[in-house]
């Protein structure tokens, strides 16, 4: 094939999207048509779960498209938040990326060293997720199976950022991006002017997520100061209780400590006593056993690994986190100012604070624009993480998106999901919900070359015009839709 007949040509009005099957990953290219005729591209994404089936190879692929449909010129890359999920592809297929022009990167103000709230909430996450890999060691040795699963969750990152190459993905983007990150008004904020793309006119990128406040994301405060309040959760002790071990700094830390542990310390008998000692040795070891000799108790009574249970819920909590703080954009179509919604993995706190996001009549469109207004003109919805139950709102989400041509897409291996992690993605009542809005139009990167089905609730006319903007790609590399301007 020519570079022409590989190239993606955007329609005359309106957005072509084309979204890779990177396996369980998002990967999104968009091509906008431009006023001299030239097409322009933008990335949303690039990355599969870490420990999917051929992982490099299958991002190599993607890359190699991507490089020649957009003849090794990207626009915009934006990256949604710092998951492996989202960004392998800027390590697993550098090489390739080495050869594509980037005029300008897209990040949320979450990634900018500089603010100092981010760097808090970033602190945030990597201080819990030491505390929970100290949690993993330590589970390893009473339950192989709970700790990896564990490891699958902190697998997700940002916490091994740089391990694998010499740079982190973003850092390796910051570097190839032809605009310079510098300031704080280089990150994108919720609620700032409209970015445009140049070269093309008319088109609106709004900005609606992360939110600014930190609790909306999800993070508390430092245990440390919470608990003065006796503010204590059950994860802010959970991870004291495991930090201790690695540093003790402060009295008060100490206190902290003994107040987070299992039992007081007055009543606690360290493991390797219980059985030397002399006058109560002989109970511990005839009750709850140690050597697995004859004459030793059942060990199944010890409770030692038990109080680590809740570090998988609290892995996945972290993930949350990170997940909250999805760079949120929506696009505004020039003529009919329909609007294509991308979400990343934005979580409820991420969704719900885009109802308090606005923009005042008058300066960017004759009427002002807010969050749920954006909801209503949606057209065309990025499914968020991956079809999971939380990450697409229901009454301040799917339910106010109102426009009779939606069409969803879900980046999502459901078979791998299920049968290899045991991950419910994509959740049933929301795909229910998906199919019902959208009416049947709902594209899945794991049924590219799928016969859609009709569904009663929409006519022929529509859905064979719905049809005929679906295009899918050889060896089911890709599925793209066209949004019509109109
Ligand atoms: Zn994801």
Redesign the pocket.
């Known amino acids: 094939m020519t570079q022409s007949e590989t190239k993606l040509n955007p329609p005359e009005s309106g957005v072509i999207v084309r979204m890779y099957n990177s396996g369980f990953?998002?990967c999104l290219l968009l091509a906008f048509p431009g006023d001299d005729g030239q097409a322009r591209y933008m990335l949303i994404d690039c990355?599969v779960?870490m420990g999917y089936p051929d992982a490099k190879e299958r991002m190599q692929s993607v890359v190699r498209d991507i490089a020649a449909a957009t003849g090794n010129h990207l626009h915009v890359v934006a990256v949604t938040?710092e998951?492996e999920?989202?960004i392998s592809g800027f390590r697993q297929a550098r090489d390739i990326f080495d050869g594509i022009a980037i005029d300008d990167l897209w990040l949320a103000w979450t990634e900018n060293p500089k603010d100092p709230v981010a760097r808090q909430l970033k602190e945030t996450i990597v201080k819990k997720a030491k505390a929970l890999k100290s949690a993993v060691n330590r589970l390893g040795l009473i339950d192989q199976g709970a700790a990896s699963r564990i490891q699958a969750v902190l697998d997700?990152g940002p916490f091994e950022m740089g391990v694998n190459s010499k740079i982190s993905e973003l850092d390796y983007l910051r570097q190839q991006s032809k605009k310079k990150l510098k300031e704080q008004e280089d990150y994108r904020r919720p609620g700032e002017t409209p970015l445009t793309m140049p070269g093309v006119k008319g088109f609106k990128f709004y900005v609606l997520g992360p939110p600014r406040d930190p609790a909306a994301i999800g993070i508390t405060d430092k245990p440390s100061e919470t608990y003065l309040t006796s503010m204590m959760n059950e994860e802010a002790a959970f991870c004291i209780a495991l930090e201790d071990r690695l540093a003790v700094s402060s009295k008060q830390d100490e206190m902290l400590i003994e107040y987070c542990c299992p039992f007081n310390k007055p009543y606690e008998i360290p493991q390797k006593d219980a059985a030397a000692n002399k006058d109560y040795g002989e109970f511990f070891r005839t009750s709850y056993g140690f050597t697995g000799e004859k004459g030793q108790g059942p060990e199944w009574r010890r409770i030692d690994g038990d109080w680590l249970a809740p570090s998988e819920q609290l892995a996945l909590r972290i993930n949350n986190y990170t997940?909250n703080t999805s760079l949120v954009l929506a696009i505004e179509m020039p003529e009919s100012r329909d609007i294509l919604l991308f979400v990343?993995?934005a979580q409820v706190g991420n969704w719900r604070s885009w109802q308090k996001v606005q923009w005042a009549p008058g300066t960017h469109g004759e009427k002002g624009v807010d969050g749920g207004d954006i909801l209503n003109r949606t057209v065309f919805y990025k499914v968020g993480?991956?079809g999971s139950h939380n990450a697409t709102l229901r009454q301040q989400g799917l339910e106010m998106m109102n426009a009779d041509k939606l069409v969803a897409i879900i980046p999502v291996d459901q078979e791998w999901a299920h049968t290899v992690k045991g991950w419910s993605h994509p959740e049933q009542n929301l795909l229910d919900g998906l199919e019902e809005k959208a009416k049947g139009r709902v594209l899945r990167a794991d049924r590219i070359s799928a016969q859609l089905e009709k569904p009663d609730n929409i006519g022929t006319a529509a859905w064979q015009s719905f049809m005929s903007k679906v295009e899918c790609g050889p060896d089911n590399l890709w599925i793209q839709f066209t949004v019509e301007d109109k």
């Open positions: 990953g998002d990355g779960f938040h998951h999920d989202h997700f997940n990343g993995d993480h991956h």
